[in-house]
């Protein structure tokens, strides 16, 4: 890395960066520095602010407060395009450049080499050729460009980014879609552009490419900066107690001990389960009145996991059974047949009909499990409605108003309601506490341990690993999409998740690519 | 059986409310009516009968829209079924007549279905293959010709009365609740409207959204071709040509009209078919005023326009605040 000397500006400097949607506070006094030919590794959650980050620094986002300065200069873009002006230049994990036009035609658009109104395209393609061979791609830039691999789509993205002389670039997820070959070659692209004095700027979730290409790693957490570090003084143990842990209050279980939930009946059990490309095969069994947890950090595998119990995604191997006997999990419909449940973690595109009312939302997955031909009349719709109203405290207690008009507490006690509706054997809840108020969160955790007192069998992911370890009677901890460990009892604590999420297990990562 | 008829009709039905009275202001006897031979005569007899097709047609397209489809096959439907029934009209009982007819309406449902459930095609481009492609076969089974026909029962379909009403009339009004009844009487209604309002969220929820696509092309087909047969009837003939052409333009007027929104979820028969009947009420009234028909067109376009602007949600903010403030100051 080039130091650049203390005199000297950074090439960018952000400073006290707050950011509120509504009463949500987004980014809070957030600051950031990359200097030149650093390749700085931006981390943290879903949720934890790196998306609005960058969207307030390139101009997406107006911000509330704070400074952003390019080589000591003050600069307050107010569009992508501003931003690129100012010499930041952005690649986001879905390309947005435009793959019915030619290779050439992207990385020239908008400014094609002209004559008398003419784009002059032996020109345009010759440039064209010039610039990807600075990026070692030697490639016919007159094809479209959806006729190339996702990589070199990528390529052409940042050549493009770093011809409109960006001094900044920001890459978010870029090796998300890249097998290992292209991973390579991308992080070869990056250290030669960071030789030529780029800062870069590298979003990702991947642990290992981190720890590979970066130079310094800065977290945030809930909006917050947590920390800026040398990457290579940074134990990983402890970067993902910075990503994921509180100040590791030494919660335990508050569940019943190991000895006693072995007596408990299997509600739901999965030997060999997974799909190739999707999670590992996995072994796991679901009792009644007990509350499994599953932890990880984003894309181990946890909703993947949860999709496949449910039903939501079919397996290609192992056997499913529901109390004892096997079963056939093709869709969700067959989930639901079962007696399953499931409250996505998006809740708006997957979880709730936002036209709908409360009461059409509550009543949806029952009635879909009893039939078109065994309707629900509207008055066990009402009173099904009332119940749960009631029962979650919903507010406003208004069954009839448009789901889509509830807070996100309330939304999430419906899709609840939904499924209690059907009285299920098993609920799988992603996330059920995320973007949700201080109120409702502890209302939904109390929720679920008075569901699984009355014997209902609850698979819950969270990323908040103290809430985990609060009502897990077990733990399933997740890497790389695969299950490495599995913790009951007095194991359940938060170091034990971290150790078993930072366990450097290069062998199970291969498996479950494999 | 609230949401069959529910409040946000009233900007629909003003809107027919105007329009018949600028009906009755350039043409005098509009609302005449006589009793001639146990038959009703007269201009609003004259704009439901007329407007049979449209509202038979909105009907199906209304579900289909509901789950944020389209389907702009069936005036080529009509065309198929008006093609069927005619070929079949001299030689076959209406019993066979009829089925075959339907039974086409449903296989041509079925296809549209299937592209757009099972194979996941977007709605527009899927239901325009069969748009351009039954206007040809209808060609096929007429070979080019117009067929014509003279069965009385057939013709009775299109011309006859039951209880001083066109038969076609009575037709219209049995499939409106038939399909009420079935949409509403069951639990199609609410899933239509999940399906349509969240796909996956309620897919995720266990609802055959797939199924509940199939079934929704499957009765707009069916309308359709009921709608086609009574076409026929009305002229004793058929023109692969010119049956139903341009009518699933009106038919997904009707249904806009009818407060349906096209990116799908709730939606409303009733107010589908009120729209069938704004857009024929228009026509009539431009007919009988004497202007030549290009400027029905043209007039038509302004009344969806003003229409359309009433139920915008940006001007019934406006509008809403306006009555609430009125309301403050009673």
Known sequence: ????????????????????????????????????????????????????????????????????????????????????????????????????????????????????????????????????????????????????????????????????????????????????????????????????????????????????????????????????????????????????????????????????????????????????????????????????????????????????????????????????????????????????????????????????????????????????????????????????????????????????????????????????????RLLVLDEPTRGIDVGAHAEIIRLIRELCDDGLSLLVISSELDEIVTYSDRVVVLRDRAHVEELAGEAIDVGNILAAIAADGAAVAHEAHA | MTALLPRRGLAQILALIVILAVDRAVSPQFFDLRLQDGRLFGSLVDVLNRGTPVALLSLGMVLVIATRGIDLSVGAVMAISGAIAASLADTHGLPVVLSAALGAGLVCGLWNGFLVAVLGMQPIVATLILMVAGRGIAQLITEGRIVTFSSPDLVWLGNGSVLGLPVPVVIALGMLILTGAVVRGSALGLLIEATGGNARASELAGVGTRAMILSVYVWCGVCAALAGVIAAADIMGADANNAGLWLELDAILAVVIGGTSLFGGRFSLVLAVLGALIIQTMNTGILLSGYPPEFNLLVKAVVVLAVLLVQSPKLSGIAGLVTGLRRTKA
Not at chain 1, 162 to 187: G, K, N, Q, W, Y
Not at chain 1, 230 to 235: K, Y
Not at chain 1, 265 to 273: H, Q
Not at chain 1, 288 to 317: C, I, K, M, N, Y
Request: aromatic share 4%.
């Open chain 1, 1 to 424: 890395m080039e130091n650049s000397p203390d005199s000297a500006p950074p090439l960018l400097e952000v400073r006290g960066i707050s950011k509120s949607f509504g009463a949500v506070r987004a980014l809070q006094e957030v600051d950031f520095t990359l200097g030149a030919g650093e390749i700085h590794a931006l981390l943290g959650e879903n949720g934890a602010g790196k998306s609005t980050l960058i969207k307030v620094v390139t101009g997406v986002f107006p911000r509330d407060a704070g400074v952003v300065r390019i080589g000591g200069e003050d600069i307050a873009p107010r569009s992508a395009k501003a931003a690129v002006a100012a010499g930041i230049a952005t690649v986001y994990q879905e390309v947005n450049l435009l793959p019915n036009l030619s290779v050439a035609q992207n990385l020239f658009l908008d400014r094609q080499p002209m004559r008398l109104g003419i784009v002059r395209e032996g020109e345009m393609r010759r440039r064209a050729k010039a610039l990807l061979a600075d990026f070692g791609l030697d490639i016919d830039v007159a094809a479209p460009l959806g006729s190339y691999s996702v990589a070199v789509q990528h390529v052409t993205a940042i050549a493009r980014a770093v011809d409109l002389s960006a001094r900044v670039l920001i890459l978010d997820e870029p090796t998300a879609s890249l097998d290992r070959h292209e991973v390579e070659i991308l992080f070869g692209i990056m250290r030669q552009l960071a030789k030529r004095g780029i800062g870069i700027v590298f979003v990702s979730h991947f642990l290992d490419q981190v720890y590979e290409i970066s130079d310094r790693i800065t977290v945030l957490r809930n909006g917050r900066l947590v920390g800026e570090r040398e990457t290579a003084s940074l134990p990983r143990l402890e970067l993902i107690r910075m990503m994921l842990g509180r100040e590791l209050a030494e919660t335990t279980s508050e569940r019943a001990t190991a000895s006693e939930h072995q007596a408990r009946d299997v509600c739901a059990s999965f030997e060999g389960y997974g799909k190739v490309g999707y999670v590992a095969p996995f072994n796991l069994e679901l009792r009644h009145g007990e509350v499994v947890g599953l932890a990880g950090l984003l894309g181990s595998g946890r909703t993947e996991t949860a999709r496949l119990v449910f039903g939501a995604e079919r397996a290609d191997r192992g056997q499913a059974r529901v109390e004892g006997a096997p079963v056939r999990l093709q869709s969700p419909r067959d989930g639901v047949r079962h007696g399953f449940g499931y409250c996505p973690e998006e809740r708006k595109t997957d979880g709730i009909v936002a036209e709908l009312t409360v009461r059409e939302n509550i009543v949806l997955a029952l009635q879909a499990k009893r039939g078109l031909h065994r309707p629900l009349s509207r008055r066990d719709q009402d009173e099904i409605a009332r119940r749960y109203v009631k029962m979650l405290d919903i507010r406003p207690a208004d069954p009839e108003r448009p789901v889509g008009l509830l807070s996100g507490g309330n939304q999430q006690k419906v899709l609840l309601a939904r499924w209690l509706a059907t009285s299920p």
